[in-house]
């Protein structure tokens, strides 16, 4: 095929083999948000650029090298957004939604965007799921936010595959005062840098603390610690979160380094990490971002939130083995109908049997075709039984009931019984 008829690299279609898991998962993360009284808000996939560069920070790198900025035919610039949290504050602020201290816990999902280099686990069309509470600057609600998601890795059956990493950055100032003696300490160690935290040290020196270079790692064990630096409120907010994990037993692990590489935090940051899954192991990430709506122009309101990677998640839940059987079938009966008269016998019943049944995944065969072939294609749909309709079962007005899985003989039951039979026999979603 010519290459510019293919996907673009980096952004996949999700063919039709793996959608189940995919809708397994949105649905099982949304029914556990409802539980816990969040509210889905949907935004636009284009905003102007200007709000990813004023809320993620003009020397991030994904508002440096990763965005999907582009002049629309008005000349105004726009950019496919890389994350959520920016459009999310802009709606609530451009609502009202949030004034006069009004709570609002919500979450939203769909694909972002990011130039990033592609891999497994790193694409550049991707799919969050985000949540983001405004107005509780309390330690509680980050808590909520953590044990919500203990609790989707417990439904999930990944609870073992994932660890909590947790830090707190302090508020702006106590950030700032530590920024300056981190600045200090390495420009002293300057030479020993690799070249890219000698610049990030200009531009954005907490980046230097999650390097991957081993030189400049081995320069950070010296270094100043943001917790000797946390004011007295930033502390207690980070205790209290603690209190809370270890009153539900949620188990983490403290990461001074844990910086995060957006602009916008302050106290808590936290992700959720696997080693199941290579290099992108970070399944789902955020923190608290207390002064991000009084930057963008609204009122001071506080702000807590992550965003979870579903590709990642979907990527975890097959490496670990943890999807049902049964999501995977998409088909619990199939009905097949040899000659003109059954056919049109077999459209009427199946649809008699949808009004009494309509969870039951029926599916009607189409295409005619011989015995054996429709035969094929009813095993080959995954059905747990087959409905054969005949000259035989016409004249007795009964269909013939096959198991497909090994479960008993063939039998004949007639139409009217034909719902309450299969309610017997199908769980139906
Ligand atoms: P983030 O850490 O940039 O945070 O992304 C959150 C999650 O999205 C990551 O942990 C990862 O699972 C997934 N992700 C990010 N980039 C990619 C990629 N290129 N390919 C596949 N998955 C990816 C945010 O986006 C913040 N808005 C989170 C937040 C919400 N903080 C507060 N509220």
Not at 64 to 75: I, L, V, W
Not at 287 to 304: N, S
Not at 311 to 338: G, H, K, M, N, W
Request: proline share 4%.
């Amino acid at each position: 095929m010519s290459k510019s008829l293919q996907a673009i690299r980096g952004m996949n279609d999700i063919l039709p083999e793996q959608t189940p898991v995919w809708r397994y998962f949105e649905g099982t993360v949304s029914r556990l948000l409802d539980n816990y009284g969040y509210k889905q808000i949907r935004m636009p996939i284009v905003e102007f650029t200007e709000l990813f560069k004023r809320s993620i920070g003009e020397v991030t790198d994904i508002v440096e090298k990763e965005m999907y900025t582009f002049e629309d035919r008005n000349g105004d610039s726009l950019t496919l957004r890389p994350e959520g949290t920016a459009a999310c504050v802009r709606a609530v602020l451009e609502y009202g939604i949030t004034g006069g201290g009004q709570v609002q816990k919500l979450w939203y999902i769909g694909p972002m965007f990011r130039h990033e280099r592609p891999q497994k686990g790193r694409y550049r069309q991707f799919h969050q799921i985000g949540l983001e509470v405004f107005n509780l600057d309390g330690p509680d609600i980050d808590a909520e936010l953590i044990v919500l998601t203990w609790r989707l890795w417990g439904e999930l059956g990944i609870r073992d595959a994932v660890k909590l990493e947790l830090n707190s950055l302090g508020t702006s100032e106590s950030r700032g005062r530590y920024r300056e003696a981190l600045v200090e300490y390495l420009s002293a160690h300057h030479d020993k840098l690799d070249e890219d935290s000698q610049r990030r040290l200009k531009t954005n020196p907490l980046r230097v603390l999650d390097t991957k270079n081993a030189d400049t790692q081995a320069v950070l064990v010296d270094a100043p610690k943001m917790a000797d630096y946390l004011d007295d409120e930033s502390r207690a907010h980070f205790e209290g979160l603690k209190a809370r994990l270890d009153a539900v037993g949620i188990p983490y692990v403290l990461n001074p380094k844990l910086v995060r590489g957006l602009d916008y935090y302050s106290k808590t940051v936290f992700e959720w990490v696997t080693d199941k899954l290579g290099a992108q192991g970070t399944v789902c990430a955020g923190g608290r971002y207390d002064g991000l709506v009084e930057q963008m122009g609204g009122k001071p309101t506080p702000g807590v939130g992550f965003a979870m990677g579903i590709e990642r998640l979907v990527l975890l839940l097959e490496t670990l083995e943890q999807i049902p059987e049964e999501i995977s079938r998409q088909v619990d009966v199939y009905l097949c109908a040899f000659g003109e008269e059954a056919e049109l016998a077999g459209l009427a019943l199946a649809e008699r049997v949808r009004d009494q049944l309509p969870n039951l995944r029926l599916q009607v065969n189409a295409g005619a075709g011989s015995f054996k072939s429709q035969f094929k294609k009813a095993d080959k749909s995954g059905a747990l039984y087959a409905l054969i309709l005949g000259d035989d079962e016409m004249a007795q007005q009964v269909v013939g009931f096959k198991p497909l899985r090994g479960q008993g003989e063939q039998q004949s039951i007639a139409w009217d019984a034909l719902a309450a039979h299969l309610a017997t026999c199908v769980v139906q979603g």
